[in-house]
C-alpha cells in the first residue's frame, strides 16, 4: 500500500509538470521567462523521473515490504 501512495505522489508531480508545457504561454509571461526555459524545465523533470522511477521502485520494494 505503501507503494501505491508514493507512486501517486509522484506520478501527481509528473503531471504538473507536463500540464506546464501545455500552458507554456501563460507561464511565460506570469514569470517572466522564456519559452524554452520552460520547456527545459518540464524535459529536465521527465529525464530524471526515468532516471529515478526504478531505483526509488527498489528501494521500496527492498526496504519497505
Known sequence: ??????YDL???QFNAVDA?????NII?????V???VVEWTSL???ISYIIFLFP???FLDKFVS
Request: aromatic fraction near 14%; proline fraction near 0%.
Open 44 to 46: 529536465v523533470y521527465l
Open 28 to 32: 511565460t509571461e506570469y514569470y517572466g
Open 34 to 36: 522564456s519559452a524554452t
Open 1 to 6: 500500500a505503501i507503494v501505491v501512495v508514493v
Open 20 to 24: 506546464a508545457a501545455i500552458i507554456n
Open 10 to 12: 509522484y506520478d501527481e
Open 56 to 58: 526509488s521502485l527498489h
